[in-house]
């Protein structure tokens, strides 16, 4: 379990410089960006299929989840959402639940 | 098509001193002004001239990269921006040694066109991500990889002072 101050930390408003770009293919960039994890949540649910299916198999969303809002259990949880190789729809579905679970678990770590 | 020439007047032996350098710009004034049947004190002033105001920005090398053996990729970028923040992302994009060249188009949406290079396709996309996508303005970005280039020449000036159409 995280402690109330690094729960904080995950659920910061980032710089735009760490927000999260989603693109379809390599250089092609969507326009949609979340600079945080509630804002990440809210465009899983609107962005193109191919940018969810693009990032996820680089490993963008781990590292990110990893490196930016440094939460090594999100990214666990979105390493082991890789391994089940969903696309389409499931992908979208499954990656809102576990990313909106996560954020529901650190806003309640926090009151 | 005519070139117009803003602010700085050129005669005659000012463009074909021009073209000659653009031919090679190893010759000395002797050989210029040998070339063109004029003294080389004229080829050295008039040079010195524009050199002074502009028009000769610099002398360079053309050196084929593929031929060095470096390996690079060279990708178009179509950055879609707010009107408001054109301006400012072109001079932002300019600022990158990975951009090479920078470009507005008046077409239906605000364009900007920019020529990158790097090392491979993921360093490419690190950038566009890490450098281009952020900028204060940028709406979204379409970018194709160059696979083959069929012609890379610079602009140069011809007899008459325009560029010659015909094939």
């Known amino acids: 379990m995280k402690s109330f101050s690094s729960s904080s930390r995950t659920l910061r408003k980032l710089p735009r410089e760490n927000a999260f770009y989603f693109f379809t293919s390599i250089g092609n960039y969507t326009g949609v960006s979340s600079a945080s994890l509630k804002e990440f949540i809210e465009k899983i649910k609107e962005v193109n299929i191919k940018s969810l299916e ?7 969303f781990q590292k ?48 | 098509m005519k070139m117009k ?30 070339h063109l049947q004029v003294a080389h004190s004229t080829v050295h002033d008039r040079i010195k001239k524009m050199e002074e105001q502009g028009i000769i920005k610099k002398y360079t090398a053309i050196v084929n990269l593929e031929r060095a053996g470096a390996k690079y990729i060279t990708a178009i970028m179509t950055v879609f ?8 992302v ?25 020529k990158v290079i790097a090392e491979d396709q993921e360093k490419l996309h690190s950038f566009i991500a890490h450098s281009v996508a952020p900028l204060p303005g940028v709406l979204r970005i379409r970018t194709s990889i160059v696979t083959k280039k069929y012609k890379d020449e610079m602009f140069f000036i011809k007899g008459g002072h325009n560029p010659d159409e015909s094939p």
């Open chain 1, 64 to 111: 990110w989840a990893d490196e930016t809002l440094e939460d090594l259990e999100l990214a666990e949880k979105i390493k082991s959402l890789q391994t089940l190789k969903p696309v389409g729809n499931t992908l979208r579905d499954q990656l809102y639940f576990i990313a909106s679970k996560r954020f529901e678990e650190l806003e309640r770590q926090t009151l």
């Open chain 2, 90 to 114: 072109a001079e932002r994009l300019s600022r990158y040694e990975a951009v090479l060249e920078v470009f507005t188009s008046l077409s239906e949406e605000l364009l900007i066109i920019a």
């Open chain 1, 54 to 60: 693009f990032h996820l198999y680089r490993g963008d």
């Open chain 2, 5 to 34: 020439n803003r602010g700085n007047v050129l005669d005659d032996l000012d463009w074909r001193i021009l073209q000659v350098l653009q031919e090679n710009a190893k010759q000395t004034y002797m050989e210029t002004g040998h």
């Open chain 2, 81 to 88: 921006t707010d009107p408001k923040e054109s301006g400012n």
